[in-house]
């Protein structure tokens, strides 16, 4: 069974990603950043999540802002709280008393070779990591990363940018630049890969507790993806299902894929380079289908709904 080591800010889709975790794997930890919402709400929602499912997994708190420049966060889509503002009990149990980065580092020379690392946050947390212990890389056993537009339709203010790029765009270099070869589950594939609210709105229908939770802390995500009408995107879960499952993947391609950092439109972009003119390490796999039945039913397990649809 895979061994799973989640960065992550809670977050919405997060939280359906770090359900599957818990139902398809072991999870070592999660590993907490500021991102959707401040780091104060992303512990807490993730010590929340984590007490209602049962579970014992620790949980780190890491950096309270991007590396460089202070960037918005999500609220607007996730609720002000992250957790779709539904004043929810606070967990009682507290995070560990380790910096992210620090457990990211301690853990992975704990266990070469064993953990897949899923990256669903901006990449603060892992930057700073990298810088910890360069070497790093040589002990994960694999990186999944939710973030970047590779074809320029982001989903921020800035237009080529995606939010988990964009809110650190320097913590994105570190770990663009430095990590050999990495999985990354962009925001176009997200799109692609969006479910229809009748299938999503079965699953909460027919699931568990953990469902009810879901459909709670949803509710205004889920607004806002009608509003939009594009179907109920799951950012994160999709690239937890890549995570835990690579067989899924039906299409991708391997290419050398950089960020901007200068100011303007395109900072934080995620600029690929599809021709491989450019001399660059091909960094990154881009993920660009799977099968969206074996992903759905990865989520439909996590909601405890398979079958019952
Ligand atoms: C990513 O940004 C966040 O809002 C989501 O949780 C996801 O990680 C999608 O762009
Ligand atoms: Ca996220």
């Known amino acids: ?6 960065d992550t800010d809670p977050g919405v889709d997060d ?4 359900l599957m975790a818990h139902a398809h794997a072991r999870v ?15 512990v807490g929602n993730a010590l929340k999540l984590v007490e209602t499912i049962g579970v014992d997994t620790p949980v780190f708190a890491g950096c309270p802002s991007a590396l460089v420049l202070p960037a918005p966060g999500a609220g607007f889509v996730h ?4 957790f779709g503002d539904t004043a929810y009990l606070p967990a009682t149990r507290r995070a ?13 020379r704990a266990r070469p070779g064993e953990l897949t690392l899923v990256a669903l946050a901006p990449l603060t947390n892992l930057a700073l990591a990298l810088r910890l212990d360069p070497d790093l890389p040589s002990r ?3 990186l999944v990363v939710m973030g970047g537009a590779v074809t320029g339709r982001g989903n921020i203010h800035l237009a080529p940018v995606e939010f988990n790029i964009g809110f650190d765009p320097e913590a994105a270099h570190v770990v663009f630049s430095e990590w050999p070869q990495f999985d990354l589950v962009d925001w176009e594939a997200c799109l ?3 479910m229809t609210f009748e299938a999503f709105e079965r699953m909460l229908d027919a699931g568990d507790a953990r469902a009810r939770f879901y459909a709670a802390i949803s509710r205004k995500a889920r607004a806002f993806n009608r509003s939009r009408g594009r179907g109920m995107i799951a950012a994160d879960a999709l690239a937890m299902a890549v995570a835990l499952d690579p067989s899924i993947v039906v299409q991708a391609e391997r290419h050398h894929v950089a960020i901007e950092l200068a100011s303007g439109l395109g900072r934080g972009a995620t600029v690929v380079d599809w021709h491989d003119r450019l001399g660059g390490r091909p960094n990154a796999n881009i993920v660009l ?5 074996r992903f759905e039913a990865l989520v439909a397990t996590a909601l405890g709904a398979a079958g019952r649809g």
């Open 192 to 194: 692609r890969h969006a």
């Open 28 to 42: 070592a930890g999660l590993c907490i950043a500021a991102g959707n919402v401040g780091l104060a709400h992303t």
């Open 96 to 108: 560990a008393d380790e910096h992210a980065a620090a457990a990211i580092v301690r853990l992975a």
């Open 1 to 6: 069974m895979t061994t799973l080591l989640i």
């Open 140 to 142: 994960i056993a694999r």
């Open 289 to 293: 289908a799977v099968d969206q039945g």
């Open 15 to 18: 939280a359906l990603a770090i």
């Open 79 to 82: 609720g002000e709280d992250g």
